[in-house]
Nanobody, 115 residues
Framework: QLQLVESGGTLVETGGSLTLSCQAS????????MAWYRQAPGKEREHVAD???????KYNPSVEGRFTISRDNARPTIFLQMDKLGPEDTAVYYC?????????WGQGTQVIVSS
């Protein structure tokens, strides 16, 4: 099964920036979408952003204009550039790969934004 490893989560001050990475062990099968989700304490996991095999991106309105999802075309890795971070962005950020036959989640990386 495809393995995902997130990295880059840390403590950052309000207004700061951070880049998360998600490295997959292989490309998902067929048409695929790779996405970032996040789960704040006491809240449900929510979609943050995603990027398709063809480079089409979608964002949660709460992050649009502040976050940018991108990918490394040479390897199965996606990134999440996060700018103008606020305490409301504090969460565990998860990577998700949606392939033609199955989905895979990473273990998550913690982002804490201090006020």
């Amino acid at each position: 099964q495809l393995q995902l490893v997130e990295s880059g989560g840390t403590l950052v001050e309000t207004g700061g920036s951070l880049t998360l990475s998600c490295q997959a062990s292989e490309y998902p099968s067929g048409f695929y979408v790779m996405a970032w989700y996040r789960q704040a304490p006491g809240k449900e996991r929510e979609h943050v952003a995603d990027i398709s095999k063809f480079g089409i991106t979608k964002y949660n309105p709460s992050v649009e204009g502040r976050f940018t999802i991108s990918r490394d075309n040479a390897r199965p890795t996606i990134f999440l550039q996060m700018d103008k971070l606020g305490p409301e962005d504090t969460a565990v950020y998860y990577c998700l790969a949606i392939g033609a036959t199955d989905d895979s989640w990473g273990q998550g990386t913690q982002v804490i934004v201090s006020s």
